[in-house]
């Protein structure tokens, strides 16, 4: 995890969306003491209701979704193929962000709408706030 980096505008992003929803992080890794001591040095642990980490052995989107399955989740923010898969166990909407671990035309080719920034994800997320109301 030592390579793993927030997106620039994450913090932003975190502040707003954490005062709207209550956030989850969920993540697979095969070190959960590091991967701890690296979340509190990004220094994010505040945003998230809950964080949770995960075995990446196996099937690792099948993994996370069995440890929030009692959550009330409703959309998964990723930027991975087991983001995708963890929202497709849920049923839930998924944004997937094109600058990480995916390209844009990877998204595409599973017809996915990817957002370049979490700009963007907070945008579309407004949307469909605004829709349900």
């Known amino acids: 995890m030592r ?8 913090l932003q992003a ?5 005062e709207r929803y209550n956030l989850f992080l969920i993540t697979a890794r095969s070190n959960q003491q590091n991967t ?6 990004l220094n994010i642990f505040r945003y998230f209701c809950k964080a949770i980490v995960v075995k990446s052995k ?6 996370k979704y069995n440890a ?3 959550l009330p989740i409703f ?7 087991t983001d995708f898969a963890l929202s497709e166990y ?3 909407l998924f944004y997937p962000l094109n600058n990480g671990f995916r390209s844009l035309d990877y998204w595409k080719q599973r017809k996915q709408k990817s957002c370049q920034n979490m700009e963007e994800v907070v945008l ?9 109301r």
């Not at 701890?36 to 040095?41: E, F, G, I, M, V």
């Not at 579309?124 to 349900?132: A, Q, T």
């Open 3 to 10: 390579l793993d980096v927030l997106y620039p505008d994450a």
């Open 14 to 18: 975190l502040e707003i969306l954490s």
């Open 36 to 41: 701890c001591w690296q979340l509190s040095q």
């Open 58 to 63: 196996g099937n690792a989107g099948l993994n």
């Open 68 to 70: 929030i399955s009692t």
């Open 75 to 81: 959309a998964v923010i990723g930027d991975t193929e």
């Open 90 to 92: 849920a049923q839930c």
């Open 124 to 132: 579309l997320m407004n949307e469909i706030e605004f829709n349900f």
